[in-house]
């Protein structure tokens, strides 16, 4: 547990001191159930260890960048002035928001505080005329907690489990039928990859991409190909980067996403380079949109085992995410 906050630039000391420390900052009142914001990245990292401890595979530089992007969207739970809960959503401007975590800690599930918790802070009343989305456990779909924020499904996810090898075909190559080349994304204008994300995620996220894409130990590539004028453009891109298999694991596994393309070729090229960074042995996941027949071909091809259903949600319908086009969603 330690060596994960270090290597992430993130303190424990606070951890240790959980019910002292939340107290004298006055967000939890005594013998009360009380909801209050993170004040700090140790708090965030307080959160990614317990969706470590469900099984969420949270990147490992996941809390920072979150915490850096929209520090307003996280929330901390606690009962007589100890956490028990955390959520976290992140605004896109004013038109959009996504909802990302939302957890109680086990002993205190099917009390009512979880519905308390997503009712105060993802209410239709605090996000007004905002569309919410968000991903879901698919067995909680048509719960309490999500009709009261009048969340409906969209589509399903499916979510892989790979394990590197050094047998990776064609190592991120295709043949000439569709020539594009994979560079690394430091080398593309930042202004034309928010333009192509925006098409595919359907909402403008430029501070995001900024501070996630430089995440230490990402591995990001775009997919790059020539007009007649050999202008370049960005067909696709791809990201890897070091996630969490266990909260108290040494080693780190990986996670692919998001990955967008334009194509199922291109979307095979970027998937097979990301593999190809996976250390022999190493764990790596990946969570495909099910309408994606492509992306779902792809799992199929390296023998991907499914690991988990997931459902994806909106408030208002889906606010133009292109399924066709993403063959791994980004999972922060």
């Known amino acids: 547990m330690y060596r994960y906050h270090q290597s992430a630039g993130i303190s424990t000391e606070a951890m240790h001191q959980q019910p002292d420390t939340y107290g004298r900052e006055g967000g939890f009142k005594s013998d009360n159930f009380h909801v209050r914001q ?3 990245p140790s708090e965030v990292a307080l959160m990614v260890e317990w969706m470590a401890a469900e099984g969420w595979h949270p990147g490992v530089y996941d809390a920072v960048s979150r915490f850096r992007q929209d520090p307003t969207g996280l929330w901390l739970a606690g009962l007589d002035g100890v956490p028990i ?3 976290s959503y992140v605004n896109y401007g004013d038109r959009v928001a996504f909802w990302e975590y939302v957890i109680i800690k086990p002993p205190f599930r099917g009390k009512g505080y979880s519905r308390r918790f997503f009712r105060g802070k993802l209410s239709p009343a605090v996000f007004k005329d905002m569309n919410v989305g968000g991903t879901a456990v698919r067995s909680m779909q048509g719960t309490a907690v999500y ?3 009048g969340a409906k499904a969209a589509w399903y996810n499916r979510f892989f489990r790979g394990v590197g090898t050094e047998n990776v075909i064609n190592q991120g190559r295709i043949d000439n039928d569709y020539p594009v080349s994979l560079v690394s994304i430091e080398k593309v204008e ?4 928010c333009t192509f994300d925006e098409k595919v ?6 501070e995001f ?3 996630f894409i430089s995440q230490p130990e990402m591995v990001a590539l775009a997919a790059v190909s020539h007009d007649d004028a050999r202008e370049s453009v960005i067909v696709g891109y791809g990201c890897i980067r070091p996630c969490l ?3 108290n694991d040494v080693g780190f596994s990986r996670y692919i996403g998001p990955l967008f393309a334009e194509s199922a070729e291109v979307g095979s090229q970027l998937f097979t380079a990301l593999v190809a960074t996976v250390p022999k042995g190493t764990c790596y996941y990946v969570e495909i949109p099910e309408p994606n027949q492509n992306g779902m071909q792809i799992a199929m091809e390296y023998d991907l085992e499914l690991d988990m259903h997931s459902v994806q949600m909106f408030t208002k319908g889906n606010w133009g995410m292109d ?4 063959y791994a969603l980004g999972h922060i």
């Open 190 to 193: 930042f202004e034309l990859l």
């Open 38 to 40: 993170m004040v700090s």
């Open 147 to 149: 009709e009261s924020l």
């Open 323 to 326: 399924c066709s086009m993403t």
């Open 201 to 206: 995620f359907g909402a403008p996220r430029a």
């Open 85 to 87: 809960g955390a959520l």
């Open 245 to 247: 298999e266990t909260y």
């Open 209 to 211: 991409l900024r501070h």
